[in-house]
């Protein structure tokens, strides 16, 4: 969420910014990922952690850049690559729902099948 202004940067200097609902889209959907962020800070404030989680703190400068340029690898190809045919060949509708489902489909051998509801849920949130 932090790198979102200089991603969206260029997107707004190309007038895309008022096509995607411009700044209030930016806050409404980093208020939604703030939210998505919650059920999983709960568990690990009552103690419950994942099972790799013994992870060091210093380490998230190594894996922190490496999550974000994945993450927007992933963005690219199911938001710009991916959607934007299934728009065209059969609607908005489910352009977002099967582009959803292949999101959530790439991070099941990750987080598994237990996972694939809130993966589900985040790919439709993003895809709108």
């Given at each position: 969420?932090?790198?979102?202004?200089?991603?969206?940067?260029?997107?707004?200097?190309?007038?895309?910014?008022?096509?995607?609902?411009?700044?209030?889209?930016?806050?409404?959907?980093?208020?939604?990922?703030?939210?998505?962020?919650?059920?999983?800070?709960?568990?690990?404030?009552?103690?419950?952690?994942?099972?790799?989680?013994?992870?060091?703190?210093?380490?998230?400068?190594m894996w922190?850049?490496?999550?974000?340029?994945?993450?927007?690898?992933?963005?690219?190809?199911?938001?710009?690559?991916?959607?934007?045919l299934l728009?065209?060949?059969?609607?908005?509708a489910?352009?977002?729902?099967?582009?959803?489902?292949?999101?959530?489909?790439?991070?099941?051998?990750?987080?598994?099948p237990?996972?694939?509801?809130?993966d589900?849920?985040?790919?439709?949130?993003l895809?709108?």
């Amino acid at each position: 969420m932090l790198a979102a202004p200089v991603v969206l940067a260029p997107a707004a200097r190309r007038g895309l910014a008022r096509r995607w609902g411009g700044p209030a889209a930016l806050v409404a959907g980093s208020a939604i990922g703030v939210a998505l962020l919650v059920p999983g800070l709960l568990l690990r404030v009552s103690g419950m952690h994942a099972a790799g989680d013994a992870v060091p703190a210093g380490a998230l400068l190594m894996w922190g850049p490496a999550v974000c340029l994945v993450a927007g690898a992933e963005e690219v190809a199911l938001r710009a690559g991916l959607q934007p045919l299934l728009r065209r060949a059969a609607g908005p509708a489910v352009a977002i729902v099967a582009t959803a489902a292949v999101f959530g489909v790439m991070h099941l051998p990750l987080f598994g099948p237990a996972a694939l509801p809130l993966d589900l849920g985040v790919g439709i949130v993003l895809g709108c």
